[in-house]
C-alpha cells in the first residue's frame, strides 16, 4: 500500500537514527566480539502467529538504512492475512549489519503487526455500513508515525496525526473558556487570523451541547460516552450539517449497533494502546 503522507522520507530517517542510537551507542559488542567482520549471511523473518502483517516495508527501510549492501527480498506485503509458519522476507549480506538490526526491526514489526491485526478485527465488524474506524493520539511517544500506519494497514482510518493539524476543542478546553459557543467563536477567529486551514472539531457530553456546536456550525462533533439511544437523536439532530464521531468506551461488541446510528465515525483508543504484540523471530538461513 501507498505511504501515508505523514511517513516521510525525514521522518523515517530521524526515527530509525533516534532508534539505533538508543540501542547501539558505541557497539553492538556481542555481535563485535564474536561475529568475523566479513562473514556473509542469511535470516529470515518468521511468523509465528497467525496477523495481519505490517512493517514490512519499513523492515526493508531501516536495514538498508543501517547498511546499504544488505539485501532483502520480500515475500509478504504490508496488510497481507498471514498464518504460522510463513516466511515474510529474508535479509542476505553482512551477519553484523543482519544482528545489529534484528531486534529494531522486530520490535517494529510486532508492534505494528499487533495494531494492524487488531485494526483489520474491529473494522470487518463495519463492513457494510457507511461509518469509518478511526484512531486517536492514544500512542507511545516517538512511536505514533509506526502506530498510525499500522492503523492504516490494517484498513483503519486515521484520525488527526498531532495537536497541529486539526483543532479539536475537547471538554477541558470547553471548560476553562466558559462555553462551546465561545471556545469555537474563538477558534474560527484564530484560524482567520493565522491563515490556517484547520477543521474544528468539538467534544459534546450532552444533546444540550449538541445543539450548542451545531449552531456553532463547527467541522465535526464528538458524541462522547453517549449510550446509543442519546447518540441515535444526536446524529438526527446534526442531519448530516457537519461529520459526526462517536467516542469514549467503546468495545468491540458495540460496533455494529453504534454504525446503525448513522454515525461518520468511531474513534477508538484501544487500536493504539491496547493491540497485544505478534510473534515474529528473525532465524538464520542454514
Not at 17 to 27: M, P, T, V
Amino acid at each position: 500500500m501507498k505511504r501515508p503522507a505523514y511517513v516521510t522520507d525525514k521522518a523515517l530517517k530521524t526515527f530509525i537514527k533516534n532508534a539505533l542510537e538508543e540501542d547501539i551507542q558505541d557497539g553492538d559488542h556481542s555481535t563485535l566480539s564474536t561475529i568475523p567482520e566479513d562473514l556473509q549471511q542469511s535470516a529470515k523473518l518468521l511468523v509465528k502467529q497467525d496477523c495481519i502483517l505490517a512493517g514490512v516495508e519499513l523492515a526493508e527501510i531501516i536495514f538498508k538504512a543501517f547498511d546499504k549492501k544488505l539485501k532483502v527480498e520480500t515475500f509478504i506485503k504490508d496488510g497481507t492475512p498471514c498464518k504460522v509458519g510463513d516466511i515474510a522476507l529474508i535479509v542476505t549480506g553482512s551477519a553484523r549489519s543482519i544482528l545489529s538490526t534484528e531486534r529494531f526491526v522486530l520490535n517494529c514489526m510486532q508492534r505494528m503487526s499487533g495494531i494492524a491485526t487488531l485494526t483489520h478485527d474491529w473494522d470487518s465488524r463495519l463492513v457494510g455500513s457507511k461509518t469509518k474506524l478511526l484512531d486517536t493520539r492514544k500512542t507511545t511517544p516517538n512511536f505514533r508515525m509506526c502506530e498510525k500506519w499500522a492503523v492504516a494497514i490494517g484498513g483503519g482510518t486515521n484520525h488527526r496525526y498531532g495537536l497541529y493539524d486539526m483543532i479539536m476543542l475537547k471538554d477541558n478546553h470547553i471548560d476553562y473558556n466558559g462555553s462551546i459557543t465561545n471556545a469555537v467563536k474563538m477558534a474560527k477567529d484564530y484560524v482567520k487570523k493565522t491563515k490556517k486551514k484547520l477543521k474544528i472539531e468539538v467534544e459534546t457530553r450532552n444533546l444540550e451541547e449538541v445543539q450548542e456546536a451545531i449552531n456553532a456550525k463547527v467541522d465535526r462533533i464528538m458524541l462522547d460516552n453517549m449510550d446509543v439511544k442519546t447518540m441515535k437523536k444526536a446524529v438526527k439532530m446534526i442531519n448530516g450539517s457537519c461529520e459526526s464521531e462517536a467516542s469514549g468506551g467503546i468495545t468491540r461488541d458495540m460496533l455494529k449497533e453504534i454504525a446503525s446510528t448513522g454515525v461518520t465515525y468511531i474513534s477508538v483508543g484501544a487500536l493504539t494502546h491496547s493491540a497485544e504484540n505478534i510473534d515474529l523471530s528473525l532465524k538464520a538461513v542454514k
